[in-house]
C-alpha cells in the first residue's frame, strides 16, 4: 500500500505538457495567419482550441465518454494533431510539446494508470 501511494503518476504531468502544448500552438497560429499560410493557421487553431477542451477540466467536457478518458485515444489523437502543425515554423514549438504529451499519455496508459477524474463540478439532474 505505500508502495502504491508513492508511486509517480505521469497522466498529470502530460496533462500539463499538452495544455501547454495547446497554448504555444494557439500562439504559433495566430502568427500564422500573417504568414506563411492562413489555412494551415485556421487548422492550427481548431487544434489547439481542441487540445485546450481537452485538458482543461470543463463539467461538461467530460461527458463525451469513451472519447474524453481513454488514455490511449487521446494519445493517438494528439499525434495526428501534430501533423497540421509540421508545416508552419511558429507552431514546431507546440507540436514538439504536444509529441511529448502524447508519448507522456501513451506511457502513463501502458502503465495501466487509471483514467483521469471527473471534476468535481458535476451534479446529477434532480428529479
Not at 493557421?41 to 485546450?52: E, V, W
Not at 495526428?80 to 508519448?103: R, S, Y
Given at each position: 500500500?505505500?508502495?502504491?501511494?508513492?508511486?509517480?503518476?505521469?497522466?498529470?504531468?502530460?496533462?500539463?505538457?499538452?495544455?501547454?502544448?495547446?497554448?504555444?500552438?494557439?500562439?504559433?497560429?495566430?502568427?500564422?495567419?500573417?504568414?506563411?499560410?492562413?489555412?494551415?493557421?485556421?487548422?492550427?487553431?481548431?487544434t489547439?482550441?481542441?487540445?485546450?477542451?481537452?485538458?482543461?477540466?470543463?463539467?461538461?467536457?467530460?461527458?463525451?465518454?469513451?472519447?474524453?478518458?481513454n488514455?490511449?485515444?487521446?494519445?493517438?489523437?494528439?499525434?495526428?494533431?501534430?501533423?497540421?502543425?509540421?508545416?508552419?515554423?511558429?507552431?514546431?514549438?507546440?507540436?514538439?510539446?504536444?509529441?511529448?504529451?502524447?508519448?507522456?499519455?501513451?506511457?502513463?496508459?501502458?502503465?495501466?494508470?487509471?483514467?483521469?477524474?471527473?471534476?468535481?463540478?458535476?451534479?446529477?439532474?434532480?428529479?
Amino acid at each position: 500500500m505505500a508502495k502504491d501511494r508513492f508511486a509517480f503518476k505521469w497522466q498529470p504531468w502530460a496533462n500539463l505538457q499538452a495544455f501547454y502544448a495547446g497554448v504555444f500552438i494557439l500562439m504559433g497560429a495566430i502568427i500564422s495567419y500573417w504568414y506563411p499560410s492562413m489555412m494551415f493557421a485556421g487548422i492550427n487553431t481548431a487544434t489547439a482550441l481542441i487540445i485546450l477542451a481537452f485538458e482543461t477540466p470543463f463539467p461538461g467536457f467530460n461527458r463525451l465518454g469513451f472519447v474524453s478518458t481513454n488514455l490511449y485515444l487521446r494519445a493517438l489523437l494528439y499525434l495526428a494533431f501534430i501533423v497540421p502543425g509540421l508545416p508552419q515554423a511558429p507552431t514546431h514549438t507546440g507540436v514538439l510539446c504536444l509529441f511529448c504529451a502524447a508519448v507522456t499519455y501513451l506511457w502513463a496508459a501502458i502503465r495501466g494508470e487509471p483514467e483521469p477524474p471527473k471534476p468535481k463540478g458535476d451534479r446529477p439532474a434532480r428529479a
